[in-house]
Structure formats: structure tokens, C-alpha cells
T-cell receptor, first 113, second 115 residues
Framework: SQTIHQWPATLVQPVGSPLSLECTVE??????LYWYRQAAGRGLQLLFY??????ISSEVPQNLSASRPQDRQFILSSKKLLLSDSGFYLC????????????FGEGSRLTVL | AQSVTQLDSQVPVFEEAPVELRCNYS??????LFWYVQYPNQGLQLLLK??????LVKGINGFEAEFNKSQTSFHLRKPSVHISDTAEYFC?????????????FGTGTKLQVIP
């Protein structure tokens, strides 16, 4: 069966420090991968998606970047965090086909102080 | 461009009472529709989905939703809620855009079940 894992689960970082959140998927190949950010009262905002290794698309301009160094690995990064980067970050993957059904990781809560 | 509207940010309901969580969408093409549930500090889990066929869709935990194309709605219902249904519920619409399946979420509805 397929599984998706994110880490770390929680992170407290000072403003201006770097960030690296990692997401891995097991049990499937060539998944579509997504990073979402969830802020209170604003639902889920799509940050990045990837259809393959090295292929990253950004939905909104921001202080963050994403990379996909391996087929089942998706990394969210920042060189210098801002206060506004605080939030709950969710990684998700999509099965083959076009149903658009997403499977989510457990989430990573980032607090920038 | 597609969008999803969940007008109710919070819905309090007594235990064993029925509940309806509203969702309206807009899209220029055929879409797939989903409801997800999120428990505190966790990721989202799929409750149910509409892809095609019968407009009444049944999901897990006794939930169901009805797709209404003329009203562009996909409301979620449960005839009798339990305390364990307290969670946040997200409606989502998916359509093919730019070569990939773009999924747009509503802002969520917090369901609070009162004992």
C-alpha cells in the first residue's frame, strides 16, 4: 500500500533562518506531488506541484522554493524565513489517472518567531 | 478559473441531530468534486468523491453528498452526527488545467458537535 510521510512534524525557527521540510511517498512510482500551506480561515493554498523529477511549478510568488531530487521525494525550502511563513504545511500526492484525488501527509507545523 | 465557496465557517450542531455543510463551486469545464475531513493537527482524509454517474455519493462515517449541476453545489450531509464528527471539513474541486490536475479547496467549515 502507498504511504506518505512528512517531517519534521513541528518546527520553531527564528526569522531569517533557513527551512527544509521533507516529504516522501512509498509504494507508488511517478506520483504527482503537491505542497499546500494552511492558514487559519484561509483554507489550503497550493504552493508548488511537481509532475516528475526536477519539474517544479509554483502557483504563487513567495519566499519559498521546492525541489524534487528523486521520484518520491519532495522538499520545501527557504533561505530566509519570514514571520508570514508560519503555518501548517501539507504534502500530498495523486494517484495515476485524472481523478484528482489527493492523499495527504500528516503535516508540518512551522512557527517563525 | 475554478473556485470553491464554503459559506459557513463554523457549524454547531447537537449530537444525533442532522447536519448539512454547504459547498458551491464555479468552473468552466467538467469537474470532479471531493469532501475531505481534517482532525486537529493532522492531514486531510478523503470522505467522498463525485467523478460521474449517480449524483448522490456515499462516503465513509455515514456521510453523503449530492451533486447538483444546475445549482453548482455539492453539499455534505449526515442524518445523525456523533461527537467524533467534530472536525474541519473541506470541499474541493479538481479540473485539468495546464496539463495537470489542479485541485482547489474551499476555506473549510468547522463542525462542532455539542453533547
Amino acid at each position: 500500500s502507498q504511504t506518505i510521510h512528512q517531517w519534521p512534524a513541528t518546527l520553531v525557527q527564528p526569522v531569517g533562518s533557513p527551512l527544509s521540510l521533507e516529504c516522501t511517498v512509498e509504494g507508488t512510482s511517478n506520483p504527482n506531488l503537491y505542497w499546500y500551506r494552511q492558514a487559519a480561515g484561509r483554507g489550503l493554498q497550493l504552493l508548488f506541484y511537481s509532475v516528475g523529477i526536477g519539474q517544479i511549478s509554483s502557483e504563487v510568488p513567495q519566499n519559498l522554493s521546492a525541489s524534487r531530487p528523486q521520484d518520491r521525494q519532495f522538499i520545501l525550502s527557504s533561505k530566509k524565513l519570514l514571520l508570514s511563513d508560519s503555518g501548517f504545511y501539507l504534502c500530498a500526492w495523486k494517484k495515476g489517472g485524472h481523478t484528482g484525488e489527493l492523499f495527504f501527509g500528516e503535516g508540518s507545523r512551522l512557527t517563525v518567531l | 478559473a475554478q473556485s470553491v465557496t464554503q459559506l459557513d465557517s463554523q457549524v454547531p450542531v447537537f449530537e444525533e441531530a442532522p447536519v448539512e455543510l454547504r459547498c458551491n463551486y464555479s468552473s468552466s469545464v467538467s469537474v470532479y468534486l471531493f469532501w475531505y475531513v481534517q482532525y486537529p493537527n493532522q492531514g486531510l482524509q478523503l470522505l467522498l468523491k463525485y467523478l460521474s454517474g449517480s449524483t448522490l455519493v456515499k462516503g465513509i462515517n455515514g456521510f453523503e453528498a449530492e451533486f447538483n449541476k444546475s445549482q453548482t453545489s455539492f453539499h455534505l450531509r449526515k442524518p445523525s452526527v456523533h461527537i467524533s464528527d467534530t472536525a474541519e471539513y473541506f470541499c474541493a474541486v479538481s479540473e485539468l488545467s495546464g496539463g495537470y490536475q489542479k485541485v482547489t479547496f474551499g476555506t473549510g467549515t468547522k463542525l462542532q458537535v455539542i453533547p
